[in-house]
């Protein structure tokens, strides 16, 4: 490979163009195509960078020579993007969620590991420097009970709305959350769900659970339980709670609350995590070391769970991730 690693883009919306703003800042990068079924909006973030524009990503894959994929697509499209990465042996970034069920994410997880591709997941929460702080604070002293809160609006794009698109909010937000106390507390070996929705006039075609709860039990035998409502026109708390021994932590994308019984001392996050993952991907494709925190397989475990928790929801009882 060249010292310019060449990009290539599926799916041109909100993230996609976070994403490729931080690789402009990168100059060992090009962004060299953009794929979206909606050509216009291929068209439009191509033209930022002077990239080709295709509708169709394998289409964008024979045309051009590229080093690796950014796939950032709705959680329904999942399937066709990677297997057309993983055919042409081309490492890829994928946003979370892997796909809109667990099916898909397996193939592709196998896949990926047959073809021992560098793969990464937008799991940014794990390259907070905050988080990092927790984890320190928890491998000395590990939580036994854990709080996880996605309070918040509804995204008001059409895909979200639809369980069959979007996967409801357990699948689609929260599984940052879950991924979190993964991370921070180990695998869940039970979840049970409850939901509920309730008709709104704004979302005539929303068919998802807009109040949900998941109680955890985790391997190490901690508990938690996890709460997620669209209700909300604003956030109003995301993040994770852990509570150990003399310790209660309170996590969330901004800031980090360490709670030792002397007051409420905050530290703010500093630094732009989406910036570390991008950057630890880069130089994983370009051969260097690889310090990708949420390879591929390891996100498949989050999806695991957040998948049981959904299933639990609508289907009542205990599952075992
Ligand atoms: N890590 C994070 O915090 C974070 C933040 C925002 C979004 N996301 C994730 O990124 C994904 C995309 O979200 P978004 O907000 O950018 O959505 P979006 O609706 O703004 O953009 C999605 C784009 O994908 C295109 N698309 C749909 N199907 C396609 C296909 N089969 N092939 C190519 N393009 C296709 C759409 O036309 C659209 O332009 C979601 O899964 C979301 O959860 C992650």
Sequence with gaps: MSETVRVGFV???IIAR??????????DVRVVAV?????ERARELAGSTGANAYSDVAEMIEAER?????????PFAHGKPEESAIAAGLPFFVEKPLSVDLPTAEQIAAAVEENRLVTAVGYHWRYLDITERAQDLLSANPARLVLGYWLDSTPPVAWWIREATGGGQFVEQTTH???????LVGE????????????????????????SVASLRFRSGAVGSVASTALLAWPHRIGLHLFSDRLAIELSEF?????????????LAEGDPFVR???????????????????YAEALRTQRLAIAAARSLREGGAIEP
Excluded: M, T, W
Aim: proline share 4%.
């Design 11 to 13: 799916g041109a919306g």
């Design 18 to 27: 976070r994403h490729l703003g931080d690789l402009a800042g990168f100059d």
């Design 35 to 39: 794929a979206d079924v909606a050509l």
């Design 66 to 74: 590229l080093d690796a994929l950014y796939i950032c697509v709705p």
């Design 177 to 183: 959350i879950f991924d979190l106390a993964r991370q």
């Design 188 to 211: 869940v070996d039970c979840v049970q769900g409850f939901g509920s929705r309730q008709e709104r006039a704004e979302f005539p075609d929303a068919d998802i659970l807009d109040a």
């Design 255 to 267: 800031e980090l609350l360490v709670d030792v019984g002397k007051g409420r001392p905050i530290q």
């Design 277 to 295: 993952e991008d950057r630890d991907f880069i130089d994983a494709v370009k051969g260097g070391q690889n310090r990708i925190r949420a390879p």
